[in-house]
Every structure is written in C-alpha cells, then in structure tokens.
C-alpha cells in the first residue's frame, strides 16, 4: 500500500469479562473423522449417535483403545486450563482409565490419564487440569522436551481396559476449555464484510484491522500496521478496537504486515501477517462447468459446516467450477456393510450452493478391505494397500448409484505410480481400473472415467513402483478410461519437459482419449507468493495450450501453518483463509478467460511464450511471458486495427496505442495479456525490436564483446537510438550509436566491454547494462541487461584458491523456526556451516570438490530425501538442453557415498546417469571437515566441447542438518534451494 491513512475507534464487543469456557467440539452435533488404532485386529469400532462419538470394543482383543481425530481442532493459548470432557460409561464396562491426547506445535503427543473407579456409569465429566510449563503428562515424539509448545490441538483420546473378556463401549459428547491463566497476546484480525477476506469494486468497504480483549483483564499496547504506523490501543474486558486501513487503487492482493506490542512485560509481542484481496470476482456463475475446466484441489471432507462454507466460497469467487476432492473409502465405509454418505453429501451440498461440482477421486482402502493376497511392492517403502476386488467393485458401484445426478467426473486413485500411494504392482492396478470403469458405467454411463493422476514421467522418480507404470497402463486399459490424468508439480521449466514427453508417449500409443492437468502447482514456500502466482498462470495456459481438458491447482488451501512445510504452502490461500497472490491470480484467469479456445501458439522469439486465444465474446487474447531470463524483450504485434489493453497478472487494465496497425509489448517475467477487441481477422507477431545474442558473460581482467541485433519489424521505416551506460568496474568503447531501418531490416551493435580484474558480477551483486533505447516513434524507454562473469574451469589438477567459497551470512538461508528453544540451531559463523568449491576438468569428465565445515556430520537419509541431511546439491543449465539438472551428492551415517538425481533434461533415463557418477567423501572429525569429490562424465550430462565453450550455467547449495532437522544452507547463488530458476546461476565454461 502506498498511503497508510487510518481511523480508530472502540466497540464494545459483548463479551464478558473472565474467561468462560469454549467449546472445543460437540460430538452430538458434528460427526468428525476419527480414525482408530487397527480397529480390526482389536475388534473395534466407532459410531456416531445419540451419545455423540460411541466407540466399542471386546476386552478380550486388546488391552486398550486409541484414535485421533482427523482435524485440526486448536486450543485457546494458555498457560493453565482445564479441559472438561463429558462422557457416558455403561454398567460393567471394563474402562480403567480414559486418556485425553493433545498434540504441539513440534508434534510432541501428549497424554493425560484420569483413572475411573470400579463400576463407574452413567454420565461423567472428567476434568483434566493442564499446565504448559510442566503437563503432568506422558509425552512422546517431536522434541520429546516435555513442553507444551503452541499452536496445541486436541489429538484424540485413549483409554486401558481393566479386565480381559466382555464388550465394552464409551460415548464421548463434548469437549471444552475454561483457561485459567494466560498470557497470549491479542490476535489481530481484519475484515472486509466477508469470510475470505476480499473487497469487491462498489462494494463501499474499507479493510479493518481489529483487536478484542478476551483477557479478563484490562490490556494496553500499541499496534504497529506499516512501516513508520503505530497506533496505541487500551481495551477493557471485552472491548474491541479497530482501526480502518485505506482501499487500494488496483487489483491485487494487499499485505499487512502486524505486530501487536502489549504494555504488559509478560505478554510477548505478537506479529501476524494478513492479507486482503481487491477483485472483481469471477464466480460463482450458474450451472456446471462448460469448456476448458478451471479447478482446484481441497481436502475439505473433514472439515467442519463453517469450513466447509468457507472454502466453496472461497473457490467460487476466484472462479473455479471443480473441486477435486478424495473420497476415502476408509471414511465411508469403516466397517463393512456400513455406508455412512454423510460426510460426502455435506461436500457435495456445500459445493452445488456454489455451482461448483466434485471431482471425486476413488481412494484408498478401509483395513478390512484390504486383499487378503497382497503382497507390497517394497519393503522399504510402505504405502497404502490393494484393495480386494469384490469389496472394491461393492463400493464403486455404490458410490456411483449415489452420485450419479451430482459427479461428472470420477478418478481411479491418486498418484498410482507412487508406492506411498499404491503399494501394489501396475497390473493389480490396472485391474482396479478396469473394475472401477465397468461399475462406474454399469450404474452411471454418464459419469467420464479418469485414470489415476500419475505423478511424473516415467523414470523421474525413485518411489515408482514401476517405471514404465503409465505407458503400461494407458496400453494395457484402452477402453476402460475416458480422460488421462496428469501432474507434475514443480515451476514451469521442470513442468514444460514433462508435457512434451506426455505429448510424445501419448502419439506414440495412440492414445485418443483427452488429458486433464489434475493436480499440479509449485509450493511458495521457497519461490514467494508473487512467483507461484506467475507459475499458476504460466502452467495453467500452457497445459491448455498443449490439449489438456482442465486444470487443477494443488490446493485451495494452505495445509497447515509451518512456513518451512511444502504442504503447507501450496494454497491460494491460507489456513485461515487470508488470499495469497495465486488467489488474485487464479481470478484473473477465470475472468479473463473462460469461454475461450485455444487458437494457436505465437513465435515471438527464443525463450518468448506467447499464445493466441479467443474469448466468449470475440476479443483476441495475447498470453506472454518472457520464460528464459529476467530481462524485458520488445515485440511487435502487426494487424492490429481494433482497441488494445493489457491486462497484468491480477486483472488491471491499460489502454495501449496501435501505431500504423501495430503495437508493441513488454515481455518480461511476468505473465501479461495483450487484449485485443473489434476486430475478425487475428494479430501476427512481427518479430523482436531488439535482441541480445548470447549472453552477456565477461571474464574479469579482459576483454567481452555483448551483441546486439536490432530488427526493424514494421511496416515503415525509422531511426534508432541507442545508449548504453555500464556499472562501475567495466568500460565501453562506444557507448551510443544512431541509424535508420528500412522496414525489415536489420543491424548488429557490437559493444566492447573490459573488464577489471576484480569486477564480480554474480547473483546477490549482481551488475547491470542499462540501455536507453527509441524505435522512431514506436517505442521509448530504458531497459536493463544482466552481465555474468564467468569462472573458467582448468584442466588437470583443482586450483589452488576455491572458484566459489561460501562463508557470509548473504549466501546462508535460515529454516529453523524463529523461536528460543532452537537457537541452538541458528548458524554461528563459519564454524558452524561453510564451505569451499572447486572446479576443473580432464579430457572427458567435469571435477567437483566441496570441502565442507560443519560443526557436526549429521546423514540419516539417503537417496530422493537426503537433502535433508548434510549433503551437497548441485545444479546445471547446459546450452541446447530441455530442462535442467539437480543432482545429490551424500555421506552416509556409516560412511558410505550416495548420488541421486531428482532433475534431469528430457532424453536422459536418471538411473543409467547416476551410475556413472563416481564419488568419494571422507570426514574429519577432529578438524570438523567433510571432504566430496566427485567426477561426472561429460557424456553422462550431455554437455559437449562447445556447450562448454559457450558457458553453462552452474549452482551448488550444502545442506546442515545438526540431528534434529535441516536448518540451514549455504549456496553460491539463489535459484536452488529457495527457488527453482537457473537464471540466477554462475556461468562456467572452459
């Protein structure tokens, strides 16, 4: 926000003073996912009636019960409360003790225990008292330090058995909290008269911040909302403040940035980060989706009728018409013969109030389902079971007669490729398929048949139960899908090689039926929310632009709260439903473009994306990006005889002149739109203004030429003008240059550069080229060019200096949490993680040695997760390539050497790759020193004489990880651990 200019006022917000009780759940009104403790190996159960949650059970299976619930259910912050749970315990029953279960921030469980006396029943509330600082509690995994850390949820509960035959049942009803000392700061909120925080044009709201006393006590403070904006804040019991902040001018998402500061020295400050959308939304729009499908993907079964509001609001406004959604069978069928629906028909009802519509996928597998003859694929890797045959056509054929007026669309299981998902072989695979398609279409003909969304090409991952998985499948069940789905997560320069391969396998089996982009995004977690709404953007249009029926971002909502979780940042928006920049984005999207088709792509220029779409009401549609570089590149777009607008990433318009039939865009990072309107016959790409040829890679202490050709692609003839101005540590002989084009013509400008020999431009400084350019007329402005200098490999032996050495505090990024109890895990200095890099060559292999100080040499993991230990990771970009490699090197615990390969470019089978690696490490433990060197055939990457001649693009990160978690690491440039673009990379060459 540019003006901060705000208004505060009190309100009285009718809550008492103290603090009462709240309730946590209510067992007779709302029926929560709850999932027992091998149930069937115990004979026991669970059901919901009259007495809220009743489990069963026979005393002489087991000695005890246990389950947790399968939703967040958070508790007030507290230093001390009571928890107060009611429940009925029939006559003779056998329960000795009945155990409430609460869960921490760090996952620490813990369990508190009230012993019931003998021939307890009826109706009973049993108090636990629960203090932080010391619970009084068994405790078990996270940190195991004995602490109740927050946020704290309500976990489950447990209970021991006294005596050893007889049946036995308890029905829990109701859960509260009365919190009897507490510290916790007041939670800033803010609102905009709606759930999921967005203001709408003409709606006439502002954005509010607010804060309400739930303290017993009167509380003062200050509230800081901007930089340089505070307001002080005193509130009685129950009193609210709030304090209006200005409606932004433009589309977008708005962030504010809130730190809460209590007078009181007890009370710790409290900083939150809101946010708030400003759309025009795009939904809901009547009736079900018609065209290229815009989804989403949710968990949202478990989730409670507010939640549940929520999030299909949420989904709607953004403009999205299917919600992809697991239906567990587990869930409706716990026992078999009972179908409970229930908690489906809420989905699916909350949904149709939206004009939104399920995407249901056909998973996993109740344990008494499970097929008596499975066998896992791995012993390593246990994922979820086979479901029996007959059990599973049972519930198929169920599903689909209940559904069948409400779902179009049904997935036969999720990730089937995968072993944690599908722990059973392609071919029983291939026959849950074939039996789900046969029971689909025998009970609903009308319902389309997805195969399970597969994860990735064949061969990109190691969790594959078969790398051939896909192919075999798509051949061996023709007939038995209607749609082909799809992932692949990651940015767009991992996903692109994917989808031609898919483009590919898909010609090459004859595969006719469409495919559906079902799941698949990119985590903000290391990227940022404004470039995962760049990927959502880019991805989206791509995958239609290349066929697909449909797209589904992965997910609606962020998973959780953990900043260093990828699950828990996927979303458009947050846990607690607060937009992130996707959100706006996914909006814009659906605005813009539903109705539309996909014409045709445009060639704008090498590493320019652009494609031609047309809207529902007859405007031409313009898509571009600039998908190699940072830089903004000038196209020109001829028969242009309409009105022209360019619409930005979050759906502002502006107005563009068309000179003599042609306008001029620019490409840049950032996805835009040229809208073209008022005219029948479609815009043709002219060519660049401009462009660089090659890149711009200086050796330091010499001398680099950087070459320009300037095109003139108009239709009539003008003057250019150009002038360069160059940073600090590098010269120009000639610095501007003046001349005329004929229509069609072209110049080359050579411009000599030298550079210092200690002129360093590398990513975190970073130099640039800045050029004043003029198109006569056309086109006026400044644009800016990235210089590299590169680093020149020696061949033999390594050099005697490190060509990179990481040692300072820019190069390290921090992933510990921000908290007291781990500072222990904060970086300290060298000592604690640094590292050397050197580089050479001999006749067919490229050398890397990284010497590593690290105060401790921690490696439990290996292969596909060893980038959670201490390891190295190395990236490459090599000229003519499709797609980039990231490649793991790795000390093992007991000494042993590992390579993994999660990257490679399309063409290359990673397996056969990385059994060319050679590697060796070594630790001292005295010095604190671990030493890889590793030796990487040249031929085993593709990278040949004159990629290597031209310059290849080069990263290395080391990972830390002290036995409790990876906490840090330390890179040579940006693009690899904290984001995927390799534009950012050193350049090397020979």
């Known amino acids: 926000m540019k003006r901060w200019i705000a208004a505060a006022f009190l309100l009285a917000a ?47 299976k087991a000695r005890h019960f246990e389950f947790f619930i399968n939703r967040e259910l958070f508790l007030p912050e507290f230093i001390r409360a009571e928890i107060r749970v009611t429940a009925e315990l029939p006559a003779a029953g056998g329960l000795k003790s009945f155990n409430l279960r609460l869960a921490d921030a760090g996952g620490e469980t813990f369990q508190f225990s009230r012993n019931i006396p003998e ?56 859960v509260s909290i009365r919190v009897l000392d507490s510290n916790r700061p007041l939670t800033p909120e803010l609102e905009t008269g709606n759930p999921i925080h967005v203001l709408t044009p003409g709606d006439g709201r502002t954005p509010v911040l607010k804060l309400v006393n739930t303290r017993g006590r009167t509380a003062s403070g200050r509230l800081e909302y901007a930089p340089g904006r505070a307001a002080a804040w005193r509130l009685g019991p129950g009193e609210e403040f709030r304090l209006e902040l200005p409606r932004p001018e433009k589309f977008g998402v708005s962030r504010v940035e809130v730190r809460v500061i209590d007078d009181d020295p007890k009370v710790r400050p409290l900083e939150r980060r809101l946010s708030f959308a400003y759309m025009p939304p795009a939904g809901p729009t009547p009736g079900r989706a018609e065209g290229f499908l815009f989804g989403v993907c949710s968990h949202s079964q478990g989730s409670s009728d507010e939640e549940l509001e929520r999030e299909a609001m949420a989904a709607a406004w953004c403009g999205a018409k299917v919600v992809r959604e697991d239906i567990l069978w587990e869930r409706l069928e716990p026992e078999e013969g009972r179908l409970d629906f229930s908690s489906y028909d809420r989905l699916v009802a909350a949904l149709k109030k939206y004009h939104l519509e399920p995407q249901a996928i056909y998973c996993y597998v109740p344990g008494w389902a499970v097929a008596k003859e499975w066998k896992p694929v791995s012993a390593a890797r246990r994922g979820k079971g086979r479901p029996d045959y007959g059990h599973w056509a049972n519930f198929i054929r169920a599903f689909a007669q209940r559904y069948r007026e409400e779902i179009r669309y049904v997935e036969v299981w999720n990730e089937p490729d995968l072993i944690g998902f599908a722990d059973f072989s392609q071919p029983e695979y291939l026959e849950l398929m074939k039996i789900a398609y046969r029971e689909t279409k025998a009970a609903a003909p009308e319902m389309n048949v997805l195969t399970g969304g597969y994860a990735c090409m064949p061969g990109m991952h190691s969790a594959m139960s078969d790398p051939e998985h896909m192919p075999k499948t798509l051949r061996g069940g023709r007939g038995f899908y209607d749609i082909h789905a799809f992932h692949g997560h990651g940015p767009l320069a991992h996903y692109r090689p994917q989808i031609e391969r898919l483009m590919k396998l898909r010609r090459e089996l004859g595969v006719t039926a469409p495919w559906y982009a079902n799941e698949t995004a990119e985590s903000s977690i290391h990227i940022g929310e404004r470039r995962q709404a760049r990927t959502l953007v880019q991805k989206l249009l791509y995958s239609w632009a290349r066929g697909a029926v449909g797209y589904n971002w992965y997910d609606l909502r962020n998973d959780g709260y953990d900043p260093r979780n990828n699950e828990h940042n996927f979303g458009l928006v947050t846990r607690d439903f607060y937009p992130k920049e996707a959100y706006a984005a996914y909006n814009m999207l659906a605005g813009v473009f539903r109705g539309g088709e996909y014409r045709k792509d445009l060639f704008l220029g090498d ?47 502006r107005r563009m002149a068309a000179a003599g039939e042609e306008a001029v865009i620019e490409v840049g990072e950032e996805p835009a739109t040229l809208l073209i309107g008022g005219q029948e016959k479609e815009p043709v790409p002219r ?25 003139n692609a108009t239709a009539k003839a003008r003057l250019f003008r150009l002038d360069f101005s160059a940073p600090g540590g590098v010269a120009l002989k000639r610095s501007g240059f003046r001349f005329r084009l004929a229509p069609g013509g072209e110049r080359t400008v050579e411009l000599e550069l030298r550079a210092e020999s200690t002129f360093r431009s590398l990513h975190g400084q970073l ?11 056309l086109w006026k402005g400044e644009l800016e060019e990235p210089l590299w200098t590169v680093a020149r490999l020696r061949e033999g032996d390594f050099p005697p200096v490190p060509d990179f050495e990481l040692k ?21 200095g060298p000592e604690d993680l640094s590292g050397k890099v050197y580089l050479a060559r001999n006749r067919d292999s490229l050398k890397l040695r990284v010497e590593v100080t690290d105060d401790r040499h921690c490696q439990p993991f290996s ?24 490649i793991g090197f790795f000390r093992r615990g007991d000494g042993g050497n590992g390579c993994f390969v999660w990257n490679a470019p399309a063409g290359f089978d990673v397996r056969r790759v990385t059994e060319r690696f050679r590697l060796e490490t070594g630790r001292d433990e005295e010095r604190k020193r671990t ?52 534009d950012f990379f050193p350049v090397v060459s020979f």
């Not at 629960?130 to 447990?158: I, K, Q, T, Y």
Request: net charge negative; proline share 5%.
């Open 14 to 60: 009718g809550i008492t003073a103290g603090l009462p009780a709240e309730e946590v759940v209510d067992f007779t009104r709302e029926k929560l996912p709850v999932v027992l403790h091998r149930p069937q190996e115990k004979a026991q159960g669970f059901a919901y009636g009259r007495r809220g949650l009743e489990i069963s059970w026979d005393c002489a």
């Open 119 to 174: 021939n307890l029943s009826g109706r009973q509330e049993f108090v636990y008292r629960v203090d932080c600082g010391n619970p009084a509690a068994g405790s078990w995994g996270g940190p195991g330090d004995g602490v109740l850390d927050f946020p704290v949820r309500l976990n489950g509960f447990a209970g021991d058995f006294g005596k050893r035959e007889g049946a036995g049942r308890i029905g829990i009803e109701r």
């Open 607 to 653: 590493g320019l994306d652009c494609f031609l779409f047309r809207d529902g009401r007859g405007n031409f549609l313009l898509p571009h990006w600039n998908n190699r570089d940072s830089a903004v590149r000038l196209a020109v777009i001829g028969d242009v005889t309409g009105r022209c607008e360019l619409i930005d990433l979050f759906g502002n318009r």
């Open 687 to 711: 060519g660049e203004l401009i462009r660089r040829e090659g890149d711009a890679n200086l050796v330091p202490g010499g001398s680099s030429t950087v070459k320009y050709r300037v095109t």
């Open 767 to 777: 130099k640039h080229l800045n050029l004043r350019f003029e198109a006569g007329g």
């Open 808 to 828: 300072d505090a820019s190069r390290l990024t921090m992933l510990a949490p921000n908290d007291p109890a781990r500072s222990h895990l904060f970086w300290k």
């Open 863 to 886: 292969g596909e997760e060893s980038w959670k230990g201490d390891s190295v990771q190395l990236a490459l970009r090599i000229p003519g390539q499709a797609g980039s490699w990231e």
């Open 931 to 982: 030493l890889y060197e590793a030796v990487i055939p040249f031929a085993a990457v593709g990278l040949t004489e004159e990629a290597a001649g031209r310059g290849f693009r080069f990263n290395l990160l080391i990972n830390d990880n002290d036995g409790e978690m990876r906490e840090s690491f330390i890179a040579v440039a940006p693009g690899l651990g904290d984001s995927k673009n390799t």
